[in-house]
């Protein structure tokens, strides 16, 4: 039996991704994003540093149309290079 959603779409819905902290891992996660999500805005992206500079914590929102979107977005932002784990 197939369980429905909890949620209900389109929505906003935050993703966090966690990375190497390099000059070229926000403006890659941003990349990806736009690649799904035609109004993402990137000024709305929180980072967050961690305690010894060494990754970077960011959450993006996307406007995520269905679960399988959503899970593309995921699966996309998870085999990035830069990417050690995005939630």
């Known amino acids: ?3 429905d959603s909890l949620l209900v779409f389109p929505c906003r819905f935050p993703i966090k991704v966690m990375g190497l902290n390099v000059s070229e891992f926000v403006p890659a996660i941003h990349s990806v994003v736009q ?4 109004q993402f805005d990137s000024s709305t ?9 060494n990754y ?3 959450t993006i929102y996307v406007h995520a149309t269905s679960q ?5 977005i995921y699966r996309t932002l998870s085999t ?5 784990i995005a939630l």
Request: hydrophobic content about 35%; overall charge negative.
């Open 68 to 72: 399988e979107h959503l899970d593309e």
């Open 80 to 84: 990035h290079p830069l990417v050690k």
């Open 45 to 53: 992206t929180e980072l967050r540093p961690s305690k010894a500079g």
């Open 35 to 38: 690649q799904f999500d035609v």
């Open 1 to 3: 039996m197939k369980q």
């Open 56 to 58: 970077m914590g960011m």
